[in-house]
């Protein structure tokens, strides 16, 4: 295992990280699959939609009408006209045009803060890529360590009944007593009562998995064995705060901040005029045949402005609202920040931690499995009672077990630690021959490159490298 910089680890995709080829395709098919990602995709495609109704207010907004009336008029409303009926049919087209000059940026600001939210659930988007991927590898890997606990039970089993036989036999000699053959009897039933309750907790492990594979409840398919798995375990200490701006939650509530400072700029425009230019042109007449000829245009234009005057304090209570608003984004900011400084290290430590319990644990195999081997020697030729035995045996197993355990924490902390760095999905990174390259990313890359870095008033830049 080579050593590995935070930088390299945050930045390796996930398919160059995870080598197990049957976890690889685990994980495709769960960014294929998985109904929370479809949702988060849709919500993407819902906030570009939004954008698309604030840009439009940027621009001139045009419509047109037609209509065709059809009027009788009695003669007894005319004096003199009593009896003769007037039959009217007019036919109207008129094509009207508005434009709202945004003269204070209320519309400018409003596009922004859209902008901001598209961009903000792009990320929350990639979140959801992000922790999948590492749930469906934290999960495998869980699986893989059931699996070797269960080989570990089941060739524990195994020596137990050599030794359940064993002992019988000795016992038929009258060599062991029956104290010593109930206990190797109740030492093999404890070991394979532990079967049935492993193959049950696998059973639920690959049902978990398969759901977040976006699929029915099942069995699963298995790659390379837990102790098979190869990983740049060692990390060193010290961590350039820069690699977290690359999370996608900081990055989310980065976006989440910019919105709620542009939706300040729309409260404020709304204590100006409103400027909106509008005309109109159209065609009337009572006969359909000349409805288009020159006499029957009409046309009409005018600027209308609207002036706020009193609305009993309702603008000033909504921009007092949307200043608290954008309070409460700067406050989840620097919380996104924290949490993540948290989790890196957090993940730090359980990586270096469990590499030393791993050790210490190898260590107290070797010497389990030597005081196993005495034991037994002793108790073959009579210088010991077959409790001896039987405690190395239960050392051993719980070691073993242990031993698993650990493997298993010291590969989800690397997962862990891979998350929390916010790596493995930068999809100018992979190689364009990967199966996976660009397929879960939309066109809010486009707008991230002419608007992300973007900080307004109010935000606090150098937030990000101060907090440590």
């Known amino acids: 295992m080579n050593a590995l910089s935070p930088g390299s680890l945050a930045n390796l995709p996930w398919w160059e990280l995870f080598r197990d080829e ?71 087209t008129n094509i009207d045009v508005s434009y709202e000059v945004d003269v204070w940026g209320r519309l400018r600001r409003g596009t922004e803060a859209a902008q901001a939210e598209l961009l903000a659930t792009e990320e929350a988007r990639r979140a959801v890529v992000m922790g999948l991927v590492s749930k469906v590898a934290q999960a495998y890997f869980e699986l893989r360590a059931l699996d070797l606990e269960l080989e570990i039970a089941k060739r524990t089993l195994q020596s137990r009944e050599e030794s359940f036989k064993l002992v019988s036999l000795r016992h038929e000699a009258g060599i062991a007593s029956d104290l010593d053959l109930r206990r190797a009897e109740g030492e093999m039933s404890t070991t394979a009562a532990v079967i049935p309750n492993l193959e049950r907790q696998i059973g639920l492990k690959e049902n978990a998995l398969r759901i977040l594979l976006g699929r029915n409840p099942g069995s699963i398919k298995r790659g390379n064995s837990l102790s098979d798995q190869t990983f740049p375990m060692d990390v060193p200490d010290g961590l350039p705060s820069d690699l977290l701006e690359q999370r996608p939650d900081i990055r989310q509530a980065e976006q989440a901040l ?59 209570s909504n921009l007092e609202a949307t200043e608290a608003r954008q ?25 270096t931690k469990t590499k030393e319990i791993r050790i210490h644990q190898e260590n107290r195999i070797t010497a389990t499995k030597e005081s196993l081997r005495l034991a037994q020697l002793r108790y073959d030729k009579g210088f010991s009672e077959y409790l001896d035995v039987l405690d190395a045996q239960r050392q051993l197993f719980r070691a073993e077990i242990e031993l698993v355990t650990t493997q298993q924490d010291q590969l989800v902390a690397l997962v862990q630690l891979y998350k929390a760095l916010g790596g493995g999905w930068d999809e100018q990174q992979g190689p364009e021959s990967s199966p996976i390259q660009g397929r879960f990313f939309s066109p809010a890359e486009g707008e991230r490159t002419k608007f992300s870095q973007r900080w307004d008033r109010n935000i606090p830049v150098s937030f990000l490298h101060t907090i440590q």
Do not use: C, H, M
């Open 258 to 316: 910019v919105a709620a400072n542009a939706n300040i700029g729309v409260a404020k425009a709304a204590y100006f005029p409103r400027i909106i230019l509008t005309g109109s042109r159209g065609q009337q007449s009572s006969d359909l045949n000349n409805l288009f000829v020159g006499p029957n245009r009409t046309w009409g234009f005018g600027p209308a402005v609207s002036v706020p005057i009193f609305d009993a304090g309702k603008r000033r």
């Open 22 to 92: 049957q976890l690889q395709n685990l994980i495709e098919a769960a960014l294929d699959e998985n109904k929370d990602l479809r949702l988060a995709a849709a919500r993407v495609d819902e906030a570009r939609a939004q954008l698309g109704v604030s840009r439009s207010a940027l621009g001139p907004q045009v419509g047109g009408t037609a209509s065709a009336r059809q009027e009788r008029i009695s003669g007894v409303q005319f004096p003199g006209a009593e009896g003769s009926d007037l039959e009217v049919t007019a036919y109207t």
């Open 327 to 351: 309070q409460q984004a700067l406050i989840q900011y620097e919380q996104a920040i924290q949490q993540a400084f948290r989790e890196v290290d957090d993940a730090l430590i359980g990586q």
